[in-house]
Nanobody, 119 residues
Framework: VQLQASGGGLVQAGGSLRLSCVTS????????MGWFRQPPGKDREFVAS????????YPPPSAEARFTLSGDNSKNTVYLQMNNLKPEDTAVYYC?????????????WGKGTQVTVSS
């Protein structure tokens, strides 16, 4: 299974970006896809995940959320819509697959895509 992420870039604070991640094949090991990020000098951290078949996301949708995760099951693709970006969102964002929404066990990693938010 290969994961290909795209959509990173440089944006001003308050702006938006949409990251995409497409998986090359569907197996039981990648029914859940999601995103992690690694800010400069910090550890990698979980962002969000989605079950491609059920559409269930983790964390659950929130009206206050700045990041929204969605998926297109037919295209084996997930999208991370990031709105109202802040400088602290600057990080390398990694797409990953798993067998569960918590993504405690990642089965595949994609190459990271850089997101830089300027103040």
């Amino acid at each position: 299974v290969q994961l290909q992420a795209s959509g990173g870039g440089l944006v001003q604070a308050g702006g938006s970006l949409r990251l995409s991640c497409v998986t090359s094949g569907r197996t039981l090991s990648n029914y859940v896809m999601g995103w992690f990020r690694q800010p400069p000098g910090k550890d990698r951290e979980f962002v969000a995940s989605i079950h491609l078949r059920t559409g269930r996301t983790y964390p659950p949708p929130s009206a206050e959320a700045r990041f929204t995760l969605s998926g297109d099951n037919s295209k084996n693709t997930v999208y991370l819509q990031m709105n109202n970006l802040k400088p602290e969102d600057t990080a390398v964002y990694y797409c990953a697959s798993s067998t569960n929404l918590s993504m405690l066990r990642v089965t595949s990693w994609g190459k990271g895509t850089q997101v830089t938010v300027s103040s």
